[in-house]
């Protein structure tokens, strides 16, 4: 009941802090510290947890980790091939300009996604050792991510007959 007059006291009609008192000032500055404290300690369990929860669903070997990677990029792959090959359609039946923008975000976010995906394959490879197969494997894919990333940066404002010419090439390149 104490703590509630001294509380009251420190505040005016209108919710302001009246700061006139200096057990005001420490009261106002103690309270806005836990809060502050209460935050902090709240957000960095939330953190820990979320690592945590997903370091245990990642395989227990270094080798199983490489291969879930490459699948995950290769995944990336088929859904960026799926993007250009929908944008490809839209440009060849003559849709309007806004569904072309749209298949050009739509490509260009799948081969964001495809290049992220190869880096973090690139990572689990330097980390196993492995430089056969899955190397070779990772290089294809990265040079997938970067063919349709410049085709996205170069062909965005082209013309027509340009962007239809080059798309078809890439698709028609990369089976």
């Known amino acids: 009941m104490h703590l509630r007059r001294i509380i009251a006291s420190c505040y005016s ?13 420490l009261l106002a500055s103690g309270i806005a510290g836990l809060l502050l404290l209460a935050t902090l300690a709240t957000g960095a369990t939330g ?17 199983a980790e490489l291969n879930l990677r490459i699948s995950e990029a290769q995944r990336a792959e088929q859904i960026t091939r ?7 359609d839209d440009l060849t039946h003559g849709n309007r ?20 995906r190869v ?10 050792g492995e430089t056969a ?3 070779n494997v990772i290089e294809h894919l990265s ?8 085709y996205v940066q170069n062909h965005r404002t082209a013309d027509q007959a340009a962007r239809l010419k080059t798309l078809e090439n890439l698709l028609h390149l990369q089976r």
């Open 13 to 25: 009609s209108r919710g302001q802090i009246k700061g006139q008192s200096g057990h005001c000032r």
């Open 47 to 63: 953190c820990t947890s979320l690592y945590r929860r997903a370091q245990g669903q990642l395989p227990p070997n270094v080798t």
């Open 82 to 88: 799926q993007a250009a090959a929908r944008l490809y």
């Open 97 to 116: 300009t806004s569904a072309h923008q749209s298949g050009f975000d739509r490509l260009e976010a799948a081969a964001f996604d495809l290049e992220r």
């Open 119 to 128: 880096l973090a394959a690139r990572d689990v490879a330097e980390k196993s």
């Open 133 to 135: 197969n899955p190397s």
């Open 143 to 150: 040079q997938q991510a970067r063919s349709w990333l410049e």
